[in-house]
C-alpha cells in the first residue's frame, strides 16, 4: 500500500495541473447531470415486508381514499358551543371546493357532512371550542403537489379572514408532520472554527486554506453525485445533510494528516517531491486505512436490512470514499504548486539544510511540551487513570439505558410552525390520540354482511385496552376491503401507544377464527412504531460486526491482540457517553434552550444505527494515528515506555486538530439543524470529544503503559492467518533503503542476500544469488528448494527472512505487483500465458522428467519464449525467465544470447563463476552465486 501511494504521490506533484483540471472536470460533470436530471432526495421513511408498511401498499390499490395521506385544518374558537353555528359552519363549508379542487385531493371531511363526508377524525371536541378538518390526498407525503401545499395554506388563510378575529386557524398533520433538511448560516460557522484550528496547527495561511479547499471540492463532488444519482435511486432527505457533514468532517482532516506530515519532513530538510511523496505513502496509508474503516461500517448498514438505511449509509460511504481519493491524489498536486510556501517563512530550511539532506533535530515547540506532560500525566499512575476514565465515561453512559426511539413527527419542529401548532392545538382539545389515530384493515370480500361484520369488529376493538375511540369503521365502496380507525389514548410516541398496536395484533388469530377476516394495523403512526422497533432489533447484529471489524482489522494493523480489545472497548465506552448525552438533551430537555431543542421525547430511530458505524470509523482514525506512531517508535526503539511519550508527542498535536475540527463541524450542525440531523450531530460532536481526548488521548496511552511489551506481541499462528496493513510505511522505508541494492550489481534483475524460504517442515536459506540482464535461471527440482524459490521469484512464496528484489521489485513489500507481472506455464499453456506479455515467466518443466518434450514441442516453445523475448525488449526492460526444470531439457528453450545460470543440487560444489555455452548459445555452466543451498530447522 504505501509503495503504491508513494508512487502516486510523485506523479500527482509532478501532474498538479492535470489532477486539479481532472477533479473540476468531475465536479462540473456531476453538477450538470444532478441539475438535469436530479430528482430531489425527498423519498419516504419506509421499510418494505413490515404489516403496516404491506397494508398500506394493499389500500392503495383497495382503498385509496384512505391510503394517501392528509392534511389537517383545525378551528378553535374563543368560548365553547361556537364552532356548531356560523359563520364558523359557513366558512367552513365555502373552502371546500376550494379544496377539492387542488391536484392529488381525493376527499375534503367536515364534521358538517353527510354519509361518508362525516368521516373519522373530523369532528368538534367534546367542549365544542375545536373542529376539524380532513384533507386526503392521493400518494406519499413527500410527493404531494407544491399547488395542493399551498392551496391548504392559502385555505387555511382564507379560513382565518372570514372568521372573527379572536378565532384561531391552523393547518398541519401527516403530509406537514416531517421538515425537509437544508443548510443553514450556522453551519458556516463549523468551517471558521476549523480555519482557526488549521491555522494554529499549521502555521501558515496557505496551509490552513488548504485542507478547506480540498475538502469543499470533495463535498462538491460528492452531494452533486448524490442527486445526479437520484434520477435513479429514491434518497431520504437526510441522506445529502448526513454525506455533507460527514465528508467536509473527514475531508479536512484526511489533508490535515497529509499535509502535516509534509510540513514536519520539509522543516528535516527533505525535497519537496520527495517530501509529497513520503507523506503520501505514510500518512496517505493511514488515511485509507481510516476511510476503509469509515466506509466498511457505513456500507454495514445493510446488515439492517432496511432499503432507506442501506441507501442512506452507501451514499455516506460513497462521500468518504471521495474524501479518501481526494485526500491521496489533489493534494499532493496542490502541495507541489505550493512548494515551500506551505511552511511559515520562520520554519523553511536553509539551503545548507537542503543542500545537504540529511535529517534535522526539531526543537520542541510549546505544544510538544505540554503533550509530554500530557502523556506522563496519563502514564504515572496507569492503574489510576484507567479506573478514574472508566468511572467517569461509566456515569456519562447512564442516561443511555433509557434511550428510546421513534421517527420524527410534528414535536420536532419549531414551536411556530402551522403543523406544530396543529399538533398541539389538536391534542389540547381533542386528546393526544387524535395527533396519533391507528388504522385496522382487511379484506371482508367472503362476508355476506359487510356494514353488520365491520359493526362487530367495532365492537370488539372498542374493548381493547388502551382504545380512547372507534369513530369509523366501514367497507369500502366495492365491499372488498374494511377499515376500522382508532384513537388511542396517548400520543404516537407514548409506550402506551406501542402496547395497543401490539395488543391489537395479538388479537388477529382470535378475530380471523371468529370473524373469517385477517385484520393488520397499519397507519402513518404504525409504520412509525414497526420502524424503529425494526432498527432496534438491528443494533445487536450491527454492533456485533462492528466490534468484530474492529478487533480483525486493528489487530491487521498492529499485530497485537491487546492493542485492538483495549481500542475496541474504548469505542464502546464512547458510544454508550454519545448515547447518553442524546438522551439527556432530546429525552430530558438538558440545554434544551442553549441548543434550540424545540421539545423533548424518543429520538430519531436511526440515529443509534449510523452514530454506531459514524463513530466507528472515526474512532478507528484516532487509534491509527496516534497508536501507528506508538508502534513505529516500539520498533525502531524497542522500549515500551519511551515509545509512548515519544509517539504520542509526535502525533497528539494533529490528532488534537483533527478531533477539534470534527467537533466544530459537527456542532455547528445542532442550533439550527433539521431535528433528524441535529440528534446525529450532538452524538457525534460528544462521541468524537470523548473518543479522542478521554479515550485514545488518555486511556489507551495508561492501557499501554499498563501492559508495557506485552502490548505489541501477537501468536505466531494468528500472525500467520491475518493479512498485513502496513500503514507506517514501513515497508516504504526498507524500499527507500534498497533503491540502489544490490550495491555490487546495481543494474541485477534477480538479487538474493541471506534468503530464507518457507519449505516443508522446515525454513531453506540459500546464499546470495544475482542475475543479470541477458542470463536465465535454470532451477534444479531435485533441489527441495527449488520450487520455494521459484514461488519467492514470482511474488507468490514466504519469504522468512533477507533480502529479495526482483525486476526491481523489494520482496515481499511488492509481492503483489511482482505477481501481476508474472506468468507461470508450463509447455501446453506457454502461448496462452504469453498473450499476457509478463515480464518475468516462470516455466515449469518437472513433468517433462517423466514425458520428455519431443523436438516439435522444444522448437514450438523455443520459438515461443523469443518472440517473447524479442516483444517485451522493445518497449522496457527485456523479461526474466526462470526454467524450474532439469537443465539438459532447459537449455534448449533458452532464447538467443541467454547464458544460463543454474541452480545446483544442495551440497554440490560449483566453484567457478565461468558461464559455459550451451549447444548452440553462449557459453553457460553453473553460477558460483546460487551455489550451496542448505536446510535448516525453522526459526
Not at 152 to 171: C, F, G, N, Q, W
Not at 570 to 580: E, P, R
Not at 789 to 810: E, H, M, N, P, Y
Request: no cysteine.
Amino acid at each position: 500500500m504505501s509503495s503504491a501511494l508513494y508512487a502516486l504521490g510523485r506523479w500527482a506533484a509532478r501532474a498538479k495541473w492535470t489532477v486539479l483540471a481532472i477533479w473540476l472536470l468531475v465536479l462540473a460533470l456531476l453538477a450538470s447531470g444532478a441539475l438535469i436530471f436530479g430528482k430531489g432526495a425527498d423519498a419516504p421513511i419506509t421499510i418494505p415486508g413490515t404489516e403496516a408498511q404491506d397494508a398500506i401498499t394493499s389500500l392503495s390499490h383497495t382503498f385509496p381514499e384512505v391510503s394517501g395521506t392528509s392534511a389537517t385544518i383545525i378551528v378553535v374558537s374563543p368560548e365553547a358551543g361556537q364552532t356548531e353555528e356560523d359563520p364558523y359552519r359557513s366558512a367552513v363549508l365555502s373552502v371546500v371546493s376550494d379544496l377539492e379542487a387542488l391536484p392529488g385531493v381525493s376527499a375534503v371531511l367536515t364534521p358538517f357532512g353527510t354519509g361518508e363526508a362525516a368521516a373519522a377524525n373530523t369532528e368538534i371536541s367534546p367542549d365544542g371550542r375545536a373542529l376539524l378538518m380532513q384533507v386526503q390526498v392521493e400518494g406519499e407525503m413527500t410527493s404531494v403537489d407544491a399547488a395542493t401545499i399551498d392551496g391548504i395554506a392559502a385555505a387555511s388563510d382564507e379560513l382565518r379572514e372570514l372568521l372573527p378575529a379572536d378565532a384561531e386557524v391552523s393547518y398541519g398533520g401527516e403530509m406537514f408532520s416531517a421538515s425537509v433538511p437544508s443548510v443553514s448560516p450556522t453551519e458556516a460557522v463549523g468551517v471558521i472554527i476549523a480555519f482557526v484550528v488549521l491555522i494554529l496547527t499549521l502555521g501558515s495561511l496557505i496551509a490552513a486554506g488548504m485542507p478547506l479547499l480540498i475538502a469543499l471540492i470533495g463535498v462538491g463532488v460528492s452531494i452533486a453525485g448524490l442527486f445526479f444519482v437520484t434520477a435513479f435511486v429514491d434518497l431520504t432527505s437526510t441522506t445529502p445533510i448526513l454525506a455533507l457533514m460527514l465528508g467536509l468532517a473527514v475531508g479536512i482532516d484526511y489533508t490535515l494528516f497529509i499535509v502535516s506530515r509534509h510540513q514536519e519532513q520539509l522543516r528535516a530538510g527533505l525535497d519537496v517531491r520527495e517530501s509529497i511523496a513520503r507523506a503520501t505513502a505514510t500518512s496517505g496509508s493511514a488515511v485509507v486505512f481510516a476511510g476503509l474503516t469509515v466506509i466498511i461500517a457505513l456500507v454495514g448498514l445493510a446488515v439492517a436490512r432496511i432499503p432507506f438505511l442501506t441507501a442512506l449509509g452507501v451514499a455516506a460511504a460513497a462521500a468518504v470514499a471521495v474524501a479518501v481519493l481526494i485526500a491521496i491524489t489533489l493534494t499532493p498536486a496542490v502541495l507541489s504548486m505550493a512548494g515551500m510556501r506551505i511552511l511559515p517563512r520562520k520554519h523553511r530550511p536553509t539551503a545548507d539544510v537542503v543542500a545537504a539532506a540529511e535529517p534535522v533535530e526539531l526543537t520542541p515547540t510549546r505544544a510538544d511540551r505540554f503533550f509530554a506532560s500530557w502523556v506522563r500525566g496519563a502514564t504515572k499512575r496507569p492503574v489510576v487513570t484507567i479506573l478514574t476514565v472508566l468511572v467517569v465515561l461509566g456515569i456519562g453512559a447512564i442516561p443511555a439505558l433509557q434511550l428510546r426511539l421513534a421517527l420524527p413527527d410534528a414535536t420536532s419542529l419549531a414551536v411556530d410552525d402551522p403543523a406544530r401548532v396543529t399538533h398541539e392545538l389538536t391534542g389540547e382539545h381533542f386528546g393526544e390520540g387524535f395527533n396519533s389515530p391507528l388504522l385496522l384493515t382487511g379484506s371482508i370480500i367472503s362476508s355476506t354482511d359487510p356494514l353488520g361484520l365491520m359493526v362487530d369488529l367495532k365492537r370488539e376493538v372498542e374493548q381493547v385496552p388502551g382504545v380512547a375511540e372507534v369513530p369509523l369503521s366501514t367497507p369500502n365502496p366495492g365491499a372488498d376491503t374494511g377499515i376500522i380507525q382508532i384513537i388511542p389514548e396517548e400520543g404516537a410516541h407514548a409506550a402506551s401507544t406501542t402496547e395497543l398496536v401490539k395488543e391489537l395484533r395479538s388479537h388477529h388469530d382470535e378475530w380471523e377464527e371468529k370473524y373469517g377476516v385477517s385484520l393488520a394495523v397499519t397507519g402513518f403512526t404504525a409504520v412509525g412504531i414497526d420502524v424503529s422497533a425494526q432498527l432496534m432489533t438491528a443494533l445487536l447484529p450491527f454492533g456485533i460486526f462492528v466490534v468484530g471489524l474492529s478487533l480483525v482489522l486493528l489487530a491487521m494493523v498492529f499485530r497485537s491482540v491487546w492493542v485492538p480489545i483495549k481500542a475496541t472497548l474504548g469505542y464502546l465506552l464512547s458510544v454508550g457517553v454519545a448515547f447518553g448525552a442524546v438522551v439527556a438533551v432530546f429525552q430530558w430537555g438538558w440545554l434544551s434552550d442553549l441548543l434550540q431543542v424545540s421539545s423533548t421525547g424518543p429520538v430519531l430511530s436511526f440515529m443509534p444505527i449510523i452514530l454506531m458505524g459514524v463513530l466507528f470509523g472515526l474512532a478507528m482514525d484516532y487509534e491509527v494515528f496516534l497508536v501507528a506512531r506508538m508502534r513505529e517508535e516500539y520498533v525502531h526503539g524497542g522500549d515500551a515506555q519511551r515509545a509512548i511519550h515519544r509517539g504520542f508527542v509526535g502525533s497528539a498535536k494533529v490528532v488534537t486538530a483533527a478531533a477539534l475540527i470534527m467537533i466544530a463541524v459537527f456542532a455547528a450542525f445542532v442550533p439550527a439543524g433539521d431535528p433528524s440531523i441535529k440528534v446525529i450531530a450532538l452524538g457525534l460532536a460528544v462521541g468524537v470529544f470523548v473518543d479522542a481526548f478521554i479515550v485514545r488521548m488518555t486511556l489507551v496511552p495508561a492501557v499501554l503503559a499498563l501492559l508495557g511489551d506485552r502490548a505489541w506481541k501477537m501468536p505466531r499462528w494468528l500472525a500467520r492467518v491475518l493479512p498485513s496493513f502496513d500503514v507506517e510505511g514501513e515497508g516504504l522505508a526498507r524500499e527507500l533503503a534498497h533503491a540502489e541494492w544490490p550495491e555490487d550489481m546495481p543494474d541485477a534483475r534477480i538479487g538474493s542476500d541471506r534468503l530464507t524460504l518457507r519449505g516443508r517442515g522446515s525454513n531453506l536459506t540459500t546464499p546470495a544469488l544475482r542475475l543479470a540482464a541477458g542470463e536465465a535461471l535454470i532451477l534444479n527440482p531435485r533441489d527441495p528448494a527449488s520450487f520455494p524459490l521459484a514461488q519467492a521469484l514470482s511474488g507468490r512464496g514466504q519469504i522468512v527472512a533477507g533480502t529479495l528484489k526482483v525486476d526491481g521489485l523489494l520482496l515481499p513489500e511488492r509481492a503483489g505487483t511482482l505477481r501481476a507481472r508474472t506468468a507461470w506455464a508450463d509447455p501446453e499453456t506457454l502461448r496462452q500465458a504469453l498473450r499476457d506479455r509478463p515480464a518475468l515467466l516462470v516455466l515449469d518443466l518437472r513433468s517433462a522428467e517423466l514425458t520428455p518434450l519431443q523436438p516439435p514441442a522444444v522448437a514450438d516453445a523455443r520459438s515461443a519464449i523469443a518472440a517473447w523475448h524479442v516483444d517485451r525488449a522493445r518497449g522496457s526492460d527485456e523479461p526474466i525467465l526462470i526454467v524450474l526444470g532439469d537443465p539438459a531439457a532447459a537449455t534448449p528453450l533458452l532464447p538467443e544470447g541467454h547464458a544460463a545460470v543454474l541452480h545446483p543440487a544442495a551440497g554440490s560444489a560449483a566453484d567457478s563463476a565461468d558461464r559455459e555455452a550451451a549447444p548452440g548459445h553462449a557459453a553457460a555452466t553453473p553460477h558460483d552465486y546460487t551455489e550451496g543451498l542448505e536446510l535448516e530447522g525453522a526459526r
